[in-house]
């Protein structure tokens, strides 16, 4: 099915992590260092452009079923991170065509995961139009496009490793973000692992969409928070729990302060 996916996207797919303290970049000249300019500031922002909605859409599907849970939820009350997929569905083996029932399927399955989940840490249902408008502002936000937009704005390899997704809730719930998570490389040296699931770098970065729940609607435009760190992990979900702390203490401040 990656032959469908446009080629940058695909790369990405064929393709953030313990050492240092979190937010550390080596200094330039090293042979895993970042570029100077990135080096220097390791957090900022950047513009981005979201896909055609039809292509959002599909990007989406194969993402919700792949193989390896990649999108997960987190809010007020919940001790940790939960997932917002299936336990079994259909396999990236047999969705390489896509169909728009396949499409529908993962948007359906998508807005009953998050109303569940909603739902069990509020005590009551969701606004239907919530999550609706969350459902359909997350889909389009969860892409490896915005990660191979930040790697070739910032002169990095056009590659986006390991991509996880997770929902950012504030509020009950005023706010939610999309934070992306990835290993990122400047140079193919820096890429280790032997399997496209494991290849990983000695960098990380989060990036984090705008509200999804403002009632102006960005369009395709989408400015786009970015934090590199160095770090040292085979997986990304290892990276994300590093920063489960922060993630805690915006959810329960209902301020984004923490992830700054």
Known sequence: WLKALPPRVAAAWMGCCGGKAPGEVRSPGRQDALPPELAAAPRGRFLSKLAPIDEGRRDFARIYFANNRKIYIIAPRMPSMRPVQPTSGPSSAHIGDLSEEVVKRAEMLFGEGLTAHLTRVFGTAP????????RTRTMAAMTVNVGIDFALHMKLLP??????????VLGEPTQARAATYGFIAQTPGQIAGDRPESKRTPFCVRLLSPNLLS???CGNSWEVDYSVREIRTSTILQAVEMEMPA??????????DALA
């Open 127 to 134: 606004d239907p139009a919530l999550v609706d408008l969350l």
């Open 159 to 168: 590659t986006f490793l390991q991509p996880v997704f997770l929902i950012v």
């Open 215 to 217: 009632a102006e609607d």
């Open 247 to 256: 993630l805690r203490e915006a959810v329960s401040s209902g301020r984004w």
